[in-house]
């Protein structure tokens, strides 16, 4: 399968505790996004990556999240002392430099916060 | 103010039929690109068309046309010749500004497809 890779595809935790989250991107792809998407809503972005640089974050990223692309290839998202109103599916993207391509999407980590 | 609306929560065509999606944006960059996306219930988001702000022309991709009003700020896809496999939400997503990488995302219409 050479698409975007996502792990966990469920996790459930209970409140307070860590997850992290990885994603490999599609191998020749240097940008790697990650979204957050609500029951209902469409994503929403929290961070970009070019390479291992992360170049954007959104506001919507608070302290308790924290991403990293050590290597530029795979990147993990980690959530600390997690709250319920952090459960919603995780959603990472990768694109090549192109603006016309559009970024293809893995399958998405379902967090739940018990 | 929303940058993206799609105002159609849902939508129910026949099978064979055309559709058309509704999707109008908001900005003053005059540097910007729309994108269509189909979500299926596996979650998976898949991207579908692309229209930057500087095409003149529509953009199409077999059964996908994007039809473009720039002056009326819209961007709605059309998909013809709909079929069962169609059925799924349909995000449309601007990306804002040269060199921006983010989407912006619609809140998504539901599109059911009968036999």
């Known amino acids: 399968d050479t698409g975007v890779s996502q792990d966990p595809r469920h996790k459930i935790t209970k409140r307070g505790q860590n997850v992290t989250f990885r994603c490999d991107p599609i191998s020749e792809h240097n940008r790697l996004y990650w979204y957050r998407q609500t029951l209902g809503q469409g994503p929403e972005f929290l961070t970009y990556f070019q390479n291992e640089a992360q170049l954007e974050k959104s506001r919507l990223l608070s302290d308790r999240f924290s991403a990293e692309r050590p290597k530029g290839s795979f990147s993990t998202l980690e959530i600390q002392r997690t709250e319920q109103g952090d459960s919603a599916m995780y959603l990472c993207?990768?694109?090549?430099?192109?603006?016309?391509?559009?970024?293809?999407f893995g399958q998405g980590t379902r967090l739940t916060v018990v | 103010a929303q940058k993206i609306t799609q105002t159609q929560p849902g939508m129910f065509v026949q099978e064979k039929e055309a559709v058309t999606l509704d999707c109008t944006y908001d900005t003053s960059d005059p540097s910007y690109g729309l994108f269509w996306y189909k979500q299926p219930s596996s979650g998976e988001m898949i991207f579908l068309i692309y229209q930057g702000s500087y095409d003149q022309q529509n953009a199409t991709e077999g059964r996908y046309s994007l039809n473009f009003q720039k002056a009326r700020k819209s961007a709605n896809l059309v998909i013809s010749a709909s079929q069962l496999g169609d059925s799924a939400m349909y995000f449309c997503a601007m990306r804002e500004g040269r060199g921006a990488q983010k989407l912006v995302f619609g809140q998504g219409t539901r599109l059911t497809i009968n036999p």
């Open positions: 993207a990768s694109s090549l430099d192109r603006a016309s391509l559009g970024a293809f």
